[in-house]
């Protein structure tokens, strides 16, 4: 079993800004690839962005140029910078690995290991 922990949500006004990060116990991060989804209430989880062992990385198309992925293997930590934040970016964020490494998955279906979440909340 995989512990990941995220810590860095909370509430923000819109236009504003957020730096997510998920601390993942587990020594061999650097092999796998990361992501980051979402659910907002009455929702489906989904997409937000995704990064490979290798640095490449994918996005949720509503979230394009707003946020960026990035790692950290020899802390073990994945982050998620939001900027330009909507109301609509409000859900909970949640990070996970894949043993996938040489590509970024879009599919929830690609990750094995999850955190708890951490609440964003963007208000107008």
């Known amino acids: 079993q995989v512990q990941l922990v995220e810590s860095g949500g909370g509430l923000v006004q819109a236009g504003g800004s957020l730096r997510l990060s998920c601390a993942v116990a587990?020594?061999?991060?650097?092999?796998?690839?990361m992501g980051w989804f979402r659910q907002a209430p009455g929702k489906e989880r989904e997409f937000v962005a995704a990064i490979s062992w290798s640095l490449s990385t994918n996005y949720a198309d509503s979230v394009k140029g707003r946020f960026t992925i990035s790692r950290d293997n020899a802390k073990n930590t994945l982050y998620l910078q939001m900027n330009s934040l909507k109301p609509e970016d409000t859900a909970v964020y949640y990070c996970?690995?894949?043993?996938?490494?040489?590509?970024?998955?879009?599919?929830?279906?690609?990750?094995?290991?999850w955190g708890q979440g951490t609440q964003v909340t963007v208000s107008s």
């Open positions: 996970a690995t894949s043993p996938r490494n040489w590509y970024a998955p879009m599919s929830s279906y690609e990750y094995h290991y």
């Open positions: 587990e020594r061999t991060l650097g092999r796998h690839a």
